[in-house]
Nanobody, 127 residues
Framework: QGQLVESGGGLVYVGDSLRLACEAP????????IGWFRQAPGKEREGVSC??????????VYADSVKGRFTISRDNAKRTVYLQMNSLKLEDTAVYYC??????????????????WGQGTQVTVSS
């Protein structure tokens, strides 16, 4: 069974909203920061957001390209982290991955800091 499982992707239109979920059935979320990354065809994987969520820490990090449009949150009881995506743009089209890091969220969202990865969910934004 995978450590992280993404869901919620699909085909939407410019300006629509979508909520992605990252379930972590095999992890104790309190031990990890959870990040969302995405990879568009022909491009490198890039960081989107990260949520620390350890104890009372509710700090979050966002890439400049999604600030004000995306919101990350987590439900420890459900072992799930969500990425609410609003005002979607064509350039948001990508495979979205969630990942777990033993470090605190870095504003640089470095992929190598994340030790567990999901399989990804496709988000396609069409005009």
């Amino acid at each position: 069974q995978g450590q992280l499982v993404e869901s919620g992707g699909g085909l939407v239109y410019v300006g629509d909203s979508l909520r992605l979920a990252c379930e972590a059935p095999g992890l104790t979320l309190d031990d990890f920061a959870i990040g969302w990354f995405r990879q568009a065809p022909g491009k490198e994987r890039e960081g989107v957001s990260c949520f620390s969520g350890r104890g009372s820490d509710t700090s979050a990090v966002y890439a400049d390209s999604v600030k004000g449009r995306f919101t990350i949150s987590r439900d420890n009881a459900k072992r799930t982290v969500y990425l609410q995506m609003n005002s979607l743009k064509l350039e948001d089209t990508a495979v979205y991955y969630c990942a777990a890091s033993l470090y605190a969220c870095s504003p640089y969202l470095r992929t190598y800091e994340y030790v567990h990865w999901g399989q990804g969910t496709q988000v396609t934004v069409s005009s």
